[in-house]
């Protein structure tokens, strides 16, 4: 079974903090992918990378970052959180392959105080 | 861009059949699918269709597609009060950016 996890299921930090979340992946999958998740707005990606190093920005990427140093961790970076990033992150991985779909992990809820 | 809709809420009885619908834009879709997200959980994959199958039937789970239209649907029968939760259609079309997915469908069980 596909598993990815992160690294916190719920954050609490305050304004002006550096915030990492990690995600970690053991399928070998090349792609990876960080979503926020708020009501009324469903998914909206913030980043994703499909190999190591290699990174393109989502729809929402505005006041974030990700690292991609190894295939199997991809972290998001909040440089300096405001409170409008309390949200949902979800962290997703997508092999290659015609039967492959996109894997989450359970998800972290980071507060901003 | 590639667009997925789909209702925010669905209520229905316990016990009755539940159709969740969706509607892409995408007509290059490879695949559809049809996750499940429990109150603060993440996302779990609860089916998909290839594009060029009209039905795929997976105990009480029938999902339907009509490739023309762009219409997905999802039937869940005899729904049962852990079938509340919210319900996301996906598709993709081999992207680097991976899936499309709707804004959720809340799936409402009243006893």
């Known amino acids: ?113 | 861009g590639e667009d997925v809709e789909q209702s925010l809420f669905l209520s229905v009885r316990e016990g009755d059949s539940s159709v969740i619908n969706c509607t892409y834009t995408d007509s290059s879709s490879t695949y559809l699918y049809w996750y499940k997200q429990e109150p603060g959980a993440g996302l779990q994959l609860l089916t998909y269709i290839f594009s060029n199958m009209d039905m795929k039937q997976d105990q009480r789970l029938t999902v339907l597609l009509n490739k023309k239209d762009k219409h997905l649907s999802l039937r869940i029968a005899d729904t049962q009060t852990g079938d509340s939760a919210i319900y996301f259609c996906a598709e993709f079309s081999g992207g680097a950016d991976g899936l499309t997915f709707g804004k959720g469908t809340h799936l409402i069980i009243q006893p």
Not at chain 1, 11 to 37: A, I, P, S
């Open chain 1, 1 to 113: 079974d596909v598993k990815v996890t992160q690294s916190s299921r719920y954050l609490v930090k305050r304004t002006g903090e550096k915030v990492f979340l990690e995600c970690v992946q053991d399928m070998d999958h090349e792609n990876m992918f960080w979503y926020r998740q708020d009501p009324g707005l469903g998914l909206r990606l913030i980043y994703f990378s499909y190999d190591v190093k290699m990174k393109e920005k989502g729809d929402i990427p505005e006041g974030y970052s990700v690292s991609r140093e190894k295939k199997e961790r991809f972290s998001l970076i909040l440089e300096s959180a405001s409170t409008n990033q309390t949200s949902m992150y979800l962290c997703a991985s997508l092999g290659l392959g015609f039967t492959d779909t996109q894997y989450f992990g359970p998800g972290t809820r980071l507060t901003v105080l």
